[in-house]
Nanobody
Framework: QVQLVESGGGLVQAGGSLRLSCAAS????????MGWYRQAPGKQRELIAQ???????NYAYSVKGRFTISRDNTKSMLYLQMNNLKPEDTAVYYC????????WGQGTQVTVSS
C-alpha cells in the first residue's frame, strides 16, 4: 500500500507554469511505476505522463514538450513541471502508482485562464 498526496495546483494564465508535487508514504516508493493523470469536466481520466522505476519518462502527445515528469526516490516524491499551459489543460490532476488499478491521490485542481 502507498498513500499519495498531491499539491501545487492553482489558477494560472495561459502561457504560465505550475509545478505539481506528489508525496508518497507507506511503502517503497522506488519500486512503483508512477504517473500523472488528469480529468477534465465531462471527460474520462487520461494518462498524461509516466515515469519508470529507473526514471525513463513517457508523455501523452497533448503535453509532450511542455510537461516534464520527474521523481526523487530518496524523498519519495513525484513531480510534474507544466510549462506553456493552455486552457485545455484545465483539469483535476491525479498522482498514481502502478497504473489504473493501483493507488491514487485525492487530486489537485489546475485551472488555466485564457
Amino acid at each position: 500500500q502507498v498513500q499519495l498526496v498531491e499539491s501545487g495546483g492553482g489558477l494560472v494564465q495561459a502561457g504560465g507554469s505550475l509545478r505539481l508535487s506528489c508525496a508518497a508514504s507507506g511503502s517503497t516508493f522506488r519500486v512503483y511505476v508512477m504517473g500523472w493523470y488528469r480529468q477534465a469536466p465531462g471527460k474520462q481520466r487520461e494518462l498524461i505522463a509516466q515515469i519508470s522505476t529507473s526514471g525513463a519518462p513517457n508523455y501523452a502527445y497533448s503535453v509532450k514538450g511542455r510537461f516534464t515528469i520527474s521523481r526523487d526516490n530518496t524523498k519519495s516524491m513525484l513531480y510534474l513541471q507544466m510549462n506553456n499551459l493552455k486552457p485545455e489543460d484545465t483539469a483535476v490532476y491525479y498522482c498514481n502508482a502502478q497504473g489504473s488499478s493501483g493507488f491514487w491521490g485525492q487530486g489537485t485542481q489546475v485551472t488555466v485562464s485564457s
